[in-house]
């Protein structure tokens, strides 16, 4: 029986972290996608605290969902098979194939036989099953393949390139300074037989007038005999989901301005999904920052307390830092707060880990804002939500009944003994997703990607407002992920060579 030959694939690598590889990558699923090619992301390995849900239940990287997203097609669990999620300096949570396998130390990780043996047939059944099943797969690597104390058990760069044959296409980022020696440093550092496979550099985030760069783009082509296939400018107009961390844009020290609901984001340092709330960042009654320091308070309308990897030592940092008694007296002084997930666990009044899920810690108190105990028991729940609201007062007045969807990513169990008020329910009914204080200005809910909701989040900025005494604000204009998707891929079209990238994979364009 004849076999379908495999699709084509191409690479992205990076001469170091936090380079573009993802947002690039985004943009050639979009790209591919609109020259009629069914096109995956690939990612054999992630490390980050950001992580979303596919249709079947299973945990992956939050940037491989996205770029699932631009490539038209829904997610999947071989797009990302293993994935890390930091919980310390040096002890990540390990989740292979969507499913949470326990805790790995830094020093295991590095263990080259382990990472080969038990890890790497995740990645090549991964990767091949994607190429039966699309056009092009477009892979990403991670940090660089020229760390030369990792090279040994590599399962994420060189190894998966050479194992696909896949043409390499090296990103350098030059607003960081010293892109030519970086993209000069990675080429050498790799072997003869990985080098064969770099098809182009790519010169990313760059300011100014690319005339300027001509006399080294020439140089770095004649020292290693590979070409420059782009140079891509640094824009700040294209809105898609970043793979961890917030943009240091976003901790601006803005005081609120007339007219505009101010909401602060406490920044925790195990942070968790933190772009959920890039929706309510773009609203047009908005402004939305950062907080990581009591000192960076200031006088907000809206709180709100994300999600954690480490809910027990983030409660710690918002009591030790202070935060906590300016959430006393925010609430004091009658305005909002609303907890996500690992936040709606700090606002009860106590978590429990008997069995050190997550902590050395048996038991934390909370803020006790929310009558809620929580206690982490059982396998973590990765799911798709569909829900609906049923709290009537305060952030939620006049929403009864609005349907909202999201997903759930938690480990732990949280009950009220009535003191908190059913806010939020699933579909049919049958279970609580959110609480609320009986003043409704408190809300709690383990549902990530509510703000996604457009309905929802005009519904809590207009109660905001209505709550500082502001008039209605007008409604946002509706946000159009694939309009943003679409402008990435035009911002590539004109700024690569993509006939060099079809050229690589023995495509036409």
Avoid at 23 to 50: E, H, I, W
Avoid at 93 to 117: E, P, W, Y
Wanted: hydrophobic letters at 40%; one cysteine or more; aromatic letters at 6%.
């Amino acid at each position: 029986m004849d076999r379908k030959p495999l699709g084509k694939v191409v690479m992205l690598q990076g001469t170091g972290s936090s380079v573009g590889k993802s947002l690039l990558v985004t943009g050639f699923c979009r790209v591919f996608a609109q020259d009629g090619y069914m096109v995956a992301p690939f990612k054999a390995q992630n490390m980050s605290r950001n992580s979303g849900v596919t249709p079947d239940g299973l945990e992956i990287g939050r940037a491989q969902v996205a770029q699932a997203e631009a490539a038209g097609i829904e997610p999947s669990v071989e797009m990302n098979p293993i994935l890390l999620k930091p919980e310390a300096d040096s002890r990540s949570q390990l989740v292979a194939m969507g499913k949470m396998r326990g805790t790995i130390h830094s020093m295991q990780f590095a263990d080259r036989h382990h990472r080969r043996k038990v890890l790497w047939p995740y990645v090549t059944n991964s990767l091949d099953t994607l190429r039966r099943q699309y056009d092009i797969v477009v892979i990403e690597g991670a940090g660089s393949p020229a760390e030369i104390n990792l090279r040994a058990g590599d399962i994420v760069n060189m190894a998966v390139a050479l194992y696909a044959d896949a043409p390499v296409f090296l990103i350098g980022d030059i607003d960081k300074g010293g892109v030519f020696a970086s993209l000069y440093g990675t080429h050498a550092l790799i072997s003869d037989e990985e080098r064969n496979l770099v098809k182009g550099f790519i010169i990313n985030k760059f300011r100014g007038d690319v005339r300027l760069l001509e006399p080294g783009l020439g140089q770095i082509e004649g020292l290693t005999g590979v070409g420059v296939t782009g140079v891509v400018p640094y824009f700040t107009d294209v809105y898609v989901p970043e793979e961890d961390s917030p943009r240091e844009a976003r901790r601006s020290g803005f005081a609120g301005q007339d007219g505009h609901v101010e909401v602060a984001v406490v920044a925790l340092p195990h942070i968790a999904n933190f772009d959920e709330f890039d929706p309510l960042a773009m609203h047009d009654g908005v402004r939305l920052r950062y907080v990581r320091e009591a000192e960076e308070f200031g006088d907000p309308d809206l709180v709100v307390l994300p999600g954690s990897k480490v809910t027990i030592a983030d409660m710690d940092f918002v009591r030790d830092s202070g935060i906590e008694d300016r959430i006393r007296g925010h609430l004091w002084n009658g305005r909002a707060l609303i907890g996500v997930c690992g936040g709606m666990q700090m606002l009860g009044n106590t978590i429990h880990d008997p069995d050190g899920i997550e902590s050395d810690k048996a038991m934390v108190e909370g803020l006790g804002v929310l009558d809620l105990d929580t206690r982490f028991i059982g396998e973590k729940l990765t799911t798709r939500t569909e829900g609906r609201i049923v709290g009537e007062r305060g952030l939620l007045s006049g929403a009864v009944g609005m349907s909202v969807s999201g997903y759930e990513i938690h480990v732990g169990v949280t009950e009220s003994d009535d003191g908190a008020s059913r806010a939020m329910e699933t579909a049919d009914g049958s279970a609580a997703l959110g609480y609320a204080d009986r003043t409704g200005r408190v809300f709690g809910t383990y549902v990530h990607d509510l703000f996604k909701n457009k309905a929802f989040a005009d519904s809590i900025v207009g109660n905001v407002a209505r709550m500082k005494g502001l008039k209605q604000p007008d409604e946002s204009e509706p946000f159009s992920q694939e309009a943003e998707f679409d402008k990435l891929a035009a911002y590539l079209r004109k700024h690569l060579d993509m006939k060099a990238v079809y050229g690589a994979m023995g495509l036409s364009s």
